[in-house]
């Protein structure tokens, strides 16, 4: 089980580290604007990357959150509004976290940004997906039965974590080249043939994981923390177990899950 799990994280971060190159200066990006490339603004890590990789050195991409920063709690700083202010496209996850985004954008100047919220383009998924146990032991949830909200539970919260999916990843990627082609139309050709090396990498990694997973001897995953995989689980039909009820900071374990996650491994 440690070598499967092992293999198809160790694809998955494989697959996005390749930048494409393309024809335009060969200045590497900085904080602000560098000419007439574009700048972008991205919040958290995986937007940044599909950035980069889509626009290669054809525009500035600029991550706000440090890595390792906690974004639940984070804060922007003014030179983080400036530079939100300043660019051409901002890209964001959206959800709880993102929360003081609409503040932010509602007190720049600069009304023609490109705004990229990330949740908008894929379907979401409810938080309380993974199995959990009740007092006696015994699964309580389907673990599956992620699609849709009940009306009679409005305390379900959707996953915000919707980058852990290749084939999300595959859509969010072709919406970022979208807005960059649009605002960007000179280096269409070159967004265009980063684009596809880079749809293609993420449906080889897609392939692989379907195989890795296929001739698993298991498919059961046990999660000690907070779940951040809801995504790439339901992708792939994987049971996950998880002894928090979700993913929020202000979730706890039960003892009873506790006890019965240790008896279950």
Known sequence: MKKF??????????????????????????????????????????????????????????????????????????????????CDIFIYNGGESDEWVDKVLGSVDNKNIKVMKMMDYVPLLIEQGVRQSDEQGENTDDGHDHGSESDDDHSDEYDEHIWTSVKNAQILSEEIYNVLVTCDGENESVYTENKDRYISKLRELDSEINDVVKNAKRNTVVFGDRFPFLYFATDYSLDCYAVFPGCSSETEPSISAVTHMIDFV
Not at 33 to 46: H, Y
């Open 5 to 86: 799990i092992s293999f198809f994280m160790s694809l998955l971060l494989v697959s996005f580290i390749p930048l494409f190159i393309c024809s335009c200066s060969d200045n590497s990006a900085s904080e602000g604007k560098d000419g007439d490339k574009l700048s972008v603004v991205t919040t958290i890590f995986p937007y940044y990357d599909f950035a980069r990789n889509l626009s290669g050195e054809c525009a500035d991409v600029k991550m706000l959150l440090s890595p390792g920063s906690e974004p639940h709690s984070y804060e922007p700083s003014p030179s983080d509004i400036v530079a939100i202010e300043n």
